[in-house]
């Protein structure tokens, strides 16, 4: 195996050359195993792999190769699972002493669904403790050292970003998939809440939760969203959404994206600022009208009512562990489901009434406007692992279970690192996201960049 591999190829350029028998599944898991050996031992991006066995699925696929007729689109693919999913061939311990040796007997339907597409797991990535704020892993940002790549979905965005996998699962409770994506010059699809199954994922706030995955270029994304998507009988939030099949081109031109603005999206950040005005300026030369908008009153009472909800939510699933063995927590989890315990139940039905008002009202601003559009942080990913970086910008849309989309626009003129974009599309309109994402990645190479020690 040479030291280097080529550069890591995206979903779609793998499976045209699979489909024309260009390279054969070993090969193409070998240019990640090359990556991940060479790069692991510094980003830290994973807590188990198991090498050999995605060696021995890789062989078993290259037979099936050869007389295979239709491959599916994730056949071969090596991903990684953010270490909150259930799997049964790997231990679910949530970054947390509390869950260590814990080995669930069935997988997560996440799981089991591109397991039915033939995709090669790899192992299980870093997360904060039980996908919280508190606790990060010692992940660092393969962008630049000694930066965080954001959490709590740490591992399975540094390790795209690595090149070591095509795509990783991760979750999403306030900006634990955006967020990330933006730092990583990713692209992730947060679908609409209840598009994608929870089964089988350690859950951070049950109403709130999302299932994602970081990849390369919204038709990545596109890719793995079909893939993932659909009623499950094991999450009845999925039960009234039916399935949706995307695609990839789409007129967006007389389209009108709202600027939000509003000062819980002020920056700073004179780079972020920068590449954000320069992705305005790109779609507006797509023909798409570009205006300033305001979110309708009531905004600051739905961001604290998801923090309430959060806690609630949180300290609820955890109250019985903690109170037997409160130590097993780690210090930022102690605190936080410590003062969780005094959210009464009419504060949480209070904060749960809040948010479903606010969604309605929410809505309205679609009558104005095709998609909304922010910075995807508020800054690039901060010097420092003690902390993961601010969710603010991605955390009313959770709130919402709006669906978004996180593609990289830019890099900071001295850090190169990168800076994200945020389009935000009104409930169950992934599609809108798809068309204008798609054809701004066409005109653009900012998702096409690597870390420079990647390649």
Same mark, same amino acid.
Not at 179 to 198: C, D, E, Q, W
Not at 358 to 376: E, I
């Given at each position: #195996?040479?030291?280097?591999?080529?550069?890591?190829?995206?979903?779609?350029?793998?499976?045209? /050359?699979?489909?024309?028998?260009k390279?054969?599944?070993?090969?193409? &898991?070998?240019?990640?195993?090359?990556? $991940?050996t060479?790069?692991?031992?510094?980003?830290?991006?994973?807590?188990?792999?198991?090498?050999?066995?995605?060696?021995?699925?890789?062989?078993? /696929?290259?037979? +099936?190769?050869?007389?295979?007729?239709? &491959?599916?689109?994730?056949?071969?693919?090596?991903?990684?699972?953010?270490?909150?999913?259930?799997?049964?061939?790997?231990?679910?311990?949530?970054?947390?002493?509390?869950?260590?040796?814990?080995r669930?007997?069935?997988?997560?339907?996440?799981v089991? +669904?591109?397991?039915a597409?033939?995709?090669? $797991?790899?192992?299980?990535?870093? %997360?904060?403790?039980?996908?919280?704020?508190?606790?990060?892993?010692?992940?660092?940002?393969?962008?630049?050292?000694?930066?965080?790549?954001?959490?709590?979905?740490?591992?399975?965005?540094?390790?795209?970003?690595?090149? #070591? *996998? #095509?795509?990783?699962?991760g979750?999403?409770? =306030?900006?634990?998939?955006?967020?990330?994506?933006?730092?990583?010059?990713?692209?992730?699809?947060?679908?609409?809440?209840?598009?994608?199954?929870?089964?089988?994922?350690?859950? =951070?706030?049950?109403? &709130?939760?999302? *299932?994602?995955?970081?990849?390369?270029?919204?038709?990545?994304?596109?890719?793995?969203?079909?893939?993932?998507?659909?009623?499950?009988? +094991?999450?009845?939030? %999925?039960?009234?959404?039916?399935?949706?099949? /995307?695609?990839?081109?789409?007129?967006?031109?007389?389209? %009108?994206?709202?600027?939000?603005? !509003?000062?819980?999206?002020?920056?700073?950040?004179?780079?972020?600022?920068?590449a $954000?005005?320069?992705?305005?300026?790109?779609?507006?030369?797509?023909?798409?009208?570009?205006?300033?908008?305001?979110p309708?009153?009531?905004?600051?009472?739905? *961001?604290a009512?998801?923090?309430?909800? @959060?806690?609630?939510?949180?300290?609820?699933? !955890?109250?019985?562990?903690?109170?037997q !063995?409160?130590?097993?927590y780690?210090?930022?989890?102690?605190?936080?489901?410590?003062?969780?315990?005094?959210?009464?139940?009419?504060?949480?039905?209070?904060?749960?009434r809040?948010?479903?008002?606010?969604?309605?009202?929410?809505?309205?601003?679609?009558?104005? *406007?095709?998609?909304? @559009?922010?910075?995807?942080?508020?800054?690039?990913?901060?010097?420092?692992?003690?902390a %993961?970086?601010?969710? =603010?910008?991605?955390?009313?849309?959770?709130?919402?279970?709006?669906?978004?989309?996180?593609?990289?626009?830019?890099?900071?003129?001295?850090? +190169?690192?990168?800076?994200? @974009?945020? /389009?935000?599309?009104?409930?169950?309109?992934?599609q809108? $996201?798809? !068309?204008?994402?798609?054809?701004?990645q066409?005109?653009?190479?900012?998702?096409?960049?690597?870390?420079?020690?990647?390649?």
């Open positions: #195996m040479n030291d280097h591999a080529p550069e890591p190829r995206s979903i779609a350029e793998a499976h045209y /050359l699979l489909c024309r028998r390279i054969s599944p070993s090969e193409l &898991l070998e240019e990640s195993l090359t990556r $991940l060479r790069l692991e031992p510094h980003v830290h991006a994973w807590v188990a792999c198991d090498i050999e066995s995605a060696r021995r699925q890789a062989v078993a /696929l290259d037979a +099936r190769l050869s007389r295979a007729q239709d &491959l599916p689109p994730l056949f071969a693919i090596p991903y990684g699972v953010k270490d909150i999913f259930h799997t049964r061939d790997f231990p679910t311990e949530a970054g947390s002493r509390v869950l260590q040796g814990f669930s007997e069935d997988d997560a339907t996440a089991e +669904r591109l397991a597409q033939d995709a090669i $797991l790899i192992g299980k990535t870093t %997360t904060t403790e039980f996908a919280n704020w508190g606790t990060p892993p010692p992940t660092v940002n393969p962008w630049r050292d000694g930066h965080t790549p954001g959490g709590s979905s740490s591992g399975s965005a540094a390790a795209v970003a690595a090149g #070591m *996998v #095509m795509t990783a699962l979750t999403q409770t =306030a900006g634990s998939l955006s967020r990330p994506a933006a730092y990583n010059g990713l692209t992730v699809l947060k679908a609409s809440y209840g598009r994608i199954s929870k089964a089988g994922v350690i859950p =951070a706030s049950w109403s &709130l939760d999302h *299932v994602g995955a970081f990849t390369r270029s919204v038709e990545d994304s596109l890719l793995v969203y079909q893939a993932l998507a659909g009623p499950d009988p +094991r999450d009845e939030t %999925t039960w009234t959404l039916p399935a949706q099949s /995307l695609s990839l081109k789409g007129e967006i031109a007389g389209q %009108t994206i709202g600027w939000l603005r !509003h000062p819980h999206f002020a920056t700073n950040d004179g780079d972020v600022v920068a $954000l005005d320069d992705a305005r300026r790109t779609l507006e030369t797509l023909g798409i009208r570009c205006i300033d908008i305001a309708p009153p009531g905004f600051e009472d739905a *961001v009512a998801q923090q309430i909800i @959060m806690q609630a939510e949180t300290t609820n699933f !955890h109250a019985d562990r903690y109170y !063995h409160p130590h097993r780690g210090d930022y989890l102690q605190a936080f489901i410590s003062e969780g315990l005094t959210i009464s139940a009419n504060d949480y039905l209070r904060a749960q809040i948010r479903q008002q606010y969604r309605q009202a929410f809505a309205s601003l679609y009558d104005k *406007v095709d998609l909304l @559009m922010t910075p995807a942080a508020p800054t690039t990913a901060p010097l420092g692992l003690h %993961t970086g601010s969710p =603010a910008f991605n955390l009313p849309f959770t709130n919402l279970g709006v669906p978004t989309l996180v593609l990289p626009v830019g890099l900071s003129a001295d850090t +190169r690192l990168p800076v994200g @974009m945020q /389009l935000i599309a009104p409930n169950l309109e992934e809108r $996201l798809i !068309h204008v994402g798609h054809r701004y066409q005109e653009t190479d900012w998702h096409r960049r690597w870390a420079p020690n990647v390649i």
